[in-house]
Nanobody, 129 residues
Framework: QVQLVESGGGLVPPGGSVTLSCTISGSTLGSAVIGWFRQVPGKLREGLACSTANGRNYASPSVKDRSDLRRDNNKDVVSLRLDNLKPEDTALYTC???????????????????????WGQGTQVTVSA
């Protein structure tokens, strides 16, 4: 059974950066698709990024220009770095597995995803001075 554990969250000043890690256990990263999501209480969950086994990555327009998604198959870790953080980036960040990701409409810069089957517990990122 695949298990996911996130790490790297915390308190970050506006304009700062954070690198979130999603460590996979119970299986190898190998051919797995891993997605990163965030949620603020009272708001809809937002899909941020998706790492696929063929090397194609997807990112939401809200973070695309200030994010870096990396995949390390040797360590079974998918990391998401976010730069130039803003207070509105404050959220619980969660990774998920057993999903599929697809490119969005041409020119939209977005992506679609199926509902994941496996979720981590999440790591809180708070952007505040």
């Amino acid at each position: 059974q695949v298990q996911l554990v996130e790490s790297g969250g915390g308190l970050v000043p506006p304009g700062g950066s954070v690198t979130l890690s999603c460590t996979i256990s119970g299986s190898t990263l190998g051919s797995a698709v891993i997605g990163w999501f965030r949620q603020v209480p009272g708001k809809l969950r937002e899909g941020l990024a998706c790492s696929t086994a063929n090397g194609r990555n997807y990112a939401s327009p809200s973070v695309k220009d200030r994010s870096d998604l990396r995949r390390d198959n040797n360590k079974d870790v998918v990391s998401l770095r976010l730069d130039n953080l803003k207070p509105e980036d404050t959220a619980l960040y969660t990774c998920a597995a057993e999903l599929e990701c697809f490119p969005g409409s041409p020119g939209s810069g977005s992506f679609y995803y199926t509902e994941p089957s496996t979720w981590g517990q999440g790591t809180q990122v708070t952007v505040s001075a």
